[in-house]
């Protein structure tokens, strides 16, 4: 399972990939599906949410099954598309470890 810190910490410099909230709060929301018991999926599969938008997410009632992955899924690509545009991610060279 790939994991990577610096990643994790680097989500929190962006504002929240759902509502745009840049409270303080915004962290790396791990994606919870294809995880085990008391597993976390890979730290690719991360998006950028406040505190707010990760507890509706992970305990909410208000959105059904396939409304939280939607949220979850475009909150995903946005936090790629920040991170990198913003510098916080790159390629660092063509080859393969």
């Not at 890979?42 to 949410?49: P, Q």
């Not at 938008?53 to 396939?66: I, N």
Request: overall charge positive.
């Amino acid at each position: 399972m790939y994991r990577n810190k610096k990643l994790l910490e680097v989500c929190r410099f962006i504002p929240c990939q759902h509502c745009g909230a840049d409270d303080g709060t915004v962290v790396a929301a791990h994606r919870n599906e294809g995880k085990g018991m008391g597993l976390k999926v890979s730290d690719t599969l991360v998006a950028s949410l406040c505190f707010r938008c990760h507890s509706e997410l992970d305990q909410g009632a208000r959105l059904t099954r396939d409304e939280r992955r939607e949220l979850w899924d475009a909150a995903h690509l946005r936090t790629l598309h920040t991170l990198i545009e913003n510098g916080f991610l790159g390629v660092t060279n063509g080859t393969k470890k």
